[in-house]
């Protein structure tokens, strides 16, 4: 069983920036692939960035393409996801997510296993 606690979600004005992070434990938590996921009010949740076990492979959402990082740190358990020039539209619950996968990063939130709590951002215009 993997345990996930997201932080860093809070209120930033628009073309702010926030960090999120992602701890993890879990015996085998650092050898499948992660990804961070958001939903907000009245939508379905939707994939944002993932990256396979070793960080060797990332993916994006085009939506926030070029203004979002993920990276991942398995000395530290921890994946994380570094927002820039933040708008509005980004205001969501954010997840962070292991799936079933090491080495391929999958956007379908039926691959995933293990969900965090989530933790809010707010971007205000």
């Known amino acids: 069983q993997v345990q996930l606690v997201e932080s860093g979600g809070g209120l930033v004005q628009a073309g702010g920036s926030l960090r999120l992070s992602c701890v993890a434990s879990?015996?085998?938590?650092?050898?499948?692939?992660k990804a961070w996921f958001r939903q907000a009010p009245g939508k379905e949740r939707e994939f944002v960035a993932g990256?396979?076990?070793?960080?060797?492979?990332?993916a994006y959402a085009n939506s926030v393409k070029g203004r979002f990082t993920i990276s991942i740190d398995n000395a530290k358990n921890t994946v994380y996801l570094q927002m820039n020039s933040l708008k509005p539209a980004d205001t969501a619950v954010y997840y962070c997510a292991v799936s079933w996968y090491s080495n391929q990063v999958v956007r379908s939130s039926a691959e995933f296993g293990s969900w965090g709590q989530g933790t809010q951002v707010t971007v205000s215009s």
């Open positions: 879990g015996r085998t938590s650092n050898s499948y692939a």
């Open positions: 990256i396979t076990w070793n960080g060797g492979t990332t």
